[in-house]
Structure formats: structure tokens, C-alpha cells
């Protein structure tokens, strides 16, 4: 074992050695190769209809050695990808070649490569974004009845309605609500099922991997939380908004695993109480039910709580601190833009909201509802959570 790690090692240093000398033939045989083509559109064509690694591969057989060293899956191997990355880059430097440098970066690595990549293109983008808007304090809302379905609920008060599927009496809860969060400026947004998406549209065309969801998370629930971190950051809360799949590629088990990693969250942020779980709303599957309030002139996507209990018999002693909690936004909400929640639903379930005293579930919109009418809505959601922070 130690005898393999050795001349593993080894060959890495001899490749490297070779390698840069080896970029400079390449190099002087491109540069004769480019005036023979004559001109700059055919060598480009040329260079990427190549195989660098074959050119490699005659000419340094030492690499071939190499990767049989390397034990590796089928899947594409690391030390091709790198090998064509520096020698790309090295080319793009020598020729200043910048189209052929970006197509390298997205048209060379397959499956969760180009995921990642796009993901992290969307993330620099929404940083980079101007966020030079005005949220009214109050607005002239209508709920849009067209895809819709009707509200029901079981308990009001106060014109908060709850929709309790559990066996515990609330109302007293509801109406003395007034939860005080300790840690006003932290917030922790995660997804246990990051890969929910919603009807493409024109501005959001994208190809779902499923039945209303995909992998591309610049297309998912995941994208509607960047909206919401990005809004809540300009009230000047601190964000910790965490992306990771939890429903891919197995969506049983989904709040275990979404579980962890909140704990992990935790460790680090053990005075934080705002838990946000970001959903869309899983009733149906198809875009006929698709819940829209017009706030203003905007078109925006529902949204509501869903509450877990110790109704299970899991132990969960802080729910009805949820419930208060819940209660207090929606208050702020139905006060501020009416129509914006829908009622709140009570479950047995506590969907890993034993955590803190703040925890909750949040679904924007449907599958009927497309991706700008979710991420409309975040300005308004945060201008709400903002008030009950205060």
C-alpha cells in the first residue's frame, strides 16, 4: 500500500514536469496549426473539435501508466478534467481566446458539474443584482380566485385562520399570540425538499428531472430562498441560507436528512430561533392549482405556515411557541398586505420543529404558480418578518 501511495505520487510529479513542457510544443505546433488555418473562427473550430488528452496521450504515454494507477469509477475521471482545464486555460492565456476559456467551463463537465457551475453563475448574479426597490408599508391586495382553491380552516380569531388537523384546542393560543423572539437579527433559511419547482415559464424555462421538480436549483424552491435571504439581508439580518439536496437523489427521508443538517447549522448558531423550512405547496401536480394575491399591481404567489405538533408522540414541548410565532407574522401580514397568507395549517407532525422556539414551515405558491410570482412575494414576506423583528 505504501509502495503504491509512493509512486503515485511520483508520476503526479513527472506529469507536471512534462506537462508544462509539453504545453509548450503544444503551444508552437498550435501556433503553426493557426497559420495554416488562416484564419481565427477555423482554429477555434479546430481546437474544440480536438482531443487534448489524445494529443496527450501520443505523445506522453506515461499518462496512460497514470491512470491505471489511479483506481477510478467510470464516471469522467478527475485528473482528465483537470488536465483539459489547465491546458484550456493555458491556451485561452496564450491566444486570448475568452469565448473558448467559457465554453470550457460549461460545455466540458457533464451531470452535477454543470449544476454546480449554474448554480454558483445564479448565486454571483442575485449578489450582484441592484436591489433598488420600495416596499409600501401597506398595499391594496386582491386574491385571485382563477387556479385557486377555497380557503378552509377550522379555528379563527382576530381574522387569523388556522386549519387544525390535530386533536389540541388552540384558540387560547391564537388569541393571546404575541411570541418575542430573543435573536432579531439572525435568520436560518433551509429546504427539505430543495428540488420543488414550479410551472416554466417564458422568463424561467427550465426541463424538470420530475414531476414538478428538477436539480437545477436556479429553478427551484431554493432559488425562491435566495430572493428572501437577498431582502432580508437589507433590513440588516444576518442570513444563513443552506442549499443542500435533502430530497435527491431519494426523496424518502428527506426531513432526516434535512434534520442533520440544520443540527450541524445549529452547532455553530446556537443562538438563532428564526428556522424558515422553505416549501412549495405539494397539493396537486399539475398547473391547475396555482394560489395568486395582486399586491398593487404585482402578481404574487401565496403563501402559508404549516405547524407541526407533538401529535405523533414525538417529543416536541415548544410547538405552541411556533404556533405564537406564526400567528404573529400572519398578524402583521393580514394588516399589511391581506391576502398575502393563506390559513395556517396545524399538523401532528413536527417536521423537525423541535429545534427552536421559532421554527416553522413556509410554502410559496404551487406547482400552478411560475417562479416570478414566488420570488415576487419575498419582498413582502420579508418586509413582514422584518416588522414582527422588531
Known sequence: MI?????????????????????????IKLVSKKEELGNRDNFLSQIQNS??????????????????????SETPKPQEKKLQK?????????YN???????????????????????NKQEEENQNEGTN????????????EEHNIKASFTDENNGIQVNNQTKYNILETISNANYEVKNKDKVIIYHTHTCESYTSSEAFPYEMTGNYRTTDLNYTVSRVGDELEKYLKEYGKTVIHDKTYHDYPAYNGSYGRSLST???????????????????????????????????????????????????GLYHPNWRKNLEFAVKVQKI??????????????????YNQQLTNATTIIEVGATGNTLEQCTSSMKYLAKVLDEAMK
Open 133 to 144: 426597490y420600495e416596499v409600501p408599508d401597506k398595499a391594496d391586495t386582491e386574491v385571485i
Open 97 to 119: 481566446l475568452e469565448e473558448y476559456s467559457e465554453i470550457d467551463d460549461t460545455k466540458l463537465e457533464n451531470g452535477e458539474d454543470n449544476i454546480e457551475i449554474a448554480n
Open 262 to 312: 440544520v443540527q450541524n447549522i445549529l452547532k455553530d448558531n446556537q443562538d438563532a430561533e428564526i428556522m424558515i423550512d422553505l416549501h412549495r405547496d405539494a397539493v396537486g401536480s399539475s398547473n391547475t392549482y396555482g394560489p395568486t394575491v395582486k399586491i398593487g399591481e404585482e402578481t404574487c404567489a401565496q403563501v402559508m405556515f404549516v405547524i407541526g405538533t407533538d401529535g405523533s
Open 3 to 27: 509502495t503504491v501511495i509512493r509512486l503515485k505520487d511520483l508520476i503526479k510529479y513527472i506529469v507536471c514536469i512534462i506537462l508544462i513542457i509539453l504545453l509548450l510544443s503544444l503551444g
Open 51 to 72: 482531443s487534448f488528452l489524445g494529443l496527450l496521450k501520443k505523445e506522453m504515454p506515461l499518462i496512460s501508466n497514470y491512470e491505471e494507477v489511479e483506481v477510478i
Open 86 to 94: 489547465i491546458l484550456n486555460t493555458e491556451l485561452a492565456i496564450m
Open 333 to 350: 401580514a393580514n394588516d399589511m398586505y391581506p391576502g398575502l397568507f393563506r390559513p395556517i395549517i396545524l399538523r401532528n407532525s413536527r
